[in-house]
């Protein structure tokens, strides 16, 4: 029934932007908490981003420094990922996660994944 799936990865020159998307079926209203969590090789998962699908409230770590910004279309049950001015240290996988409670500690530990989507910066 639950189906997470991102796309819009890509490389990218450092300074570049990318906007994620994660289209979720059947849709975004089953989730109370949707966000961003990324994982590079030798490093730990991070988390990114959170939004409320109720009202679309965000939340940030202050690791992100302004560069990532979440939102969504409720309508068509997409949720987004702008990074802004991207570096190599931002090159990983990047994950769609959903709970179906408060956005998670750190923002990472969610219940529903995506596959992910791969972004390379160079």
């Known amino acids: 029934q639950v189906q997470l799936v991102e796309s819009g990865g890509g490389s990218v020159a450092p300074g570049g932007s990318l906007n994620l998307s994660c289209q979720a079926s059947?849709?975004?209203?089953?989730?109370?908490?949707m966000g961003w969590v990324r994982h590079a090789p030798g490093k730990e998962r991070e988390g990114l981003a959170g939004?409320?699908?109720?009202?679309?409230?965000?939340y940030y770590p202050d690791s992100v420094k302004g560069r990532f910004t979440i939102s969504r279309d409720a309508a068509k049950n997409i949720v987004y990922l702008q990074i802004d001015n991207l570096k190599p240290e931002d090159t990983a996988t990047y994950y769609c996660?959903?709970?179906?409670?408060?956005?998670?500690?750190?923002?990472?530990?969610?219940?529903?994944w995506g596959q992910g989507t791969q972004v390379t910066v160079s």
């Open positions: 996660g959903a709970v179906q409670a408060h956005c998670p500690y750190k923002l990472r530990d969610y219940t529903y």
């Open positions: 059947p849709n975004t209203d089953r989730f109370y908490c």
């Open positions: 939004i409320y699908t109720t009202d679309g409230s965000t």
